[in-house]
């Protein structure tokens, strides 16, 4: 299985440093496709032969690569490579989960999260206001003044520069760009629609016919990294919203308590629980995470925190939960209790009885 994690990590890292650079073809895609050759060869799948058959290859859903136990760390019917967008979201994903976060497109957040927590300083409550900044639709594309104007609240230089980093400059081409209707960043028109990042999972949970051009006239416009779209902005809208309907609810609810030990913790009556939304495109490889850890850090899930799948999962896969739970190994089994977003309510009252 290690070797099936191993041939995946140097496909996807190599693929997503050519995409910056198509002039040199990278190490680790060659050492990728040399390892992948050497697990197809045991199967009936044809090896590939070269790099472009490989790259027809991976075009394919995985199940179709000859790989075994590629499903234990990929989904089934997801390729590698789409048309247009190059690596897939599954692929994206995959590098969220798999590699250093220092390589990864959010390594800013994961380095203000580090610095945060860093023994002696532990930033809880600047953690707090950054996370729930770049979690607000009305940040994703920003002036270069309003951005400089939030993080230069903070005193720690360090700090205000790591929360720049989590933007790029669009100025040239904002006019391109339409604003989406969900999460506030930029659409771009590909394949004869107005497409929200990779995943597009915007397209589904508003009106995309009511998207409207960013006036920012002749300022400076910078927008949170793509990765910081996907894997930051949207689930922490979730989490905000949740936060909000609880409140409103009666409940006491603290944001990332404990430099984001948590998302959320949940409050009444002398009684807590927390709350840990996981935001996965594939019910696998929701599963799959968990899977994957050590029985010392599930430990921190049993009976006092749940696991809250966003409501939209379950529009674009049946059964989300049902699926992920009927996924996990005995141990994972034994310390994970998965709600869809809308059962929040519901379980919160048995909880707390």
């Not at 058959?53 to 859903?61: S, V, Y």
């Not at 003044?145 to 669009?170: G, M, R, V, W």
């Not at 969900?182 to 009106?207: F, M, P, Q, S, V």
């Not at 850090?297 to 409501?311: D, F, G, M």
Request: net charge negative; aromatic share 12%.
């Amino acid at each position: 299985m290690a070797k099936t994690h191993d041939t995946l990590l140097s496909l996807i890292t190599g693929i997503n440093k050519w995409q910056g650079n198509y002039g040199m073809i990278p190490d680790e895609l060659y050492k990728g496709m040399l390892s992948f050759i050497e697990q197809t060869a045991a199967s009936k799948a044809q090896p590939p032969v070269d790099l472009f058959h490989l790259l027809q290859i991976l075009h394919r859903p995985s199940r179709e690569w000859g790989i075994p136990d590629l499903q234990d760390f990929y989904p089934e019917a997801a390729p590698l490579i789409e048309e247009f967008i190059g690596l897939t979201p599954d692929a994206d994903e995959f590098l969220n989960r798999h590699i250093s976060p220092q390589d990864a497109e959010q390594q800013y957040m994961y380095e203000i999260l580090m610095y945060c927590r860093e023994e002696g300083r532990q930033l809880e409550q600047e953690y707090t206001r950054i996370r729930t900044y770049l979690s607000n639709p009305h940040n994703a594309v920003i002036t270069s003044f309003q951005l400089s104007e939030f993080a230069e609240i903070f005193p720690d230089l360090h700090l205000t520069n790591l929360i720049k980093q989590c933007y790029e400059e669009i100025t040239p081409a904002v006019a391109n760009y339409r604003k989406c209707p969900h999460c506030g960043w930029t659409l771009e028109y590909k394949n004869d629609r107005w497409c929200c990042n990779k995943e597009d999972i915007c397209y589904l949970l508003a009106d995309f016919e009511s998207q409207s051009p960013f006036d920012f006239g002749k300022e400076r416009v910078l927008r949170l990294l793509p990765g910081i779209q996907r894997f930051v902005l949207l689930p922490g809208m979730s989490e905000l919203r949740i936060a909000e309907r609880l409140i409103r609810k009666g409940y006491e609810v603290e944001l990332y308590p404990n430099v984001d030990e948590y998302d959320l913790s949940v409050s009444q009556d002398g009684k807590r629980i927390f709350l840990d939304v996981k935001d996965f495109r594939d019910p696998r490889t929701l599963a799959n995470f968990f899977n994957h850890q050590t029985p010392t850090y599930l430990e921190k899930y049993k009976n006092q925190c749940l696991i809250v799948v966003p409501q939209y999962r379950s529009e674009l896969f049946a059964s989300y939960r049902e699926r992920s739970m009927a996924l996990l190994n005995e141990t994972a089994r034994e310390y994970i209790k998965m709600i869809m977003e809308n059962e929040i309510e519901s379980t919160l009252k048995k909880v707390f009885l």
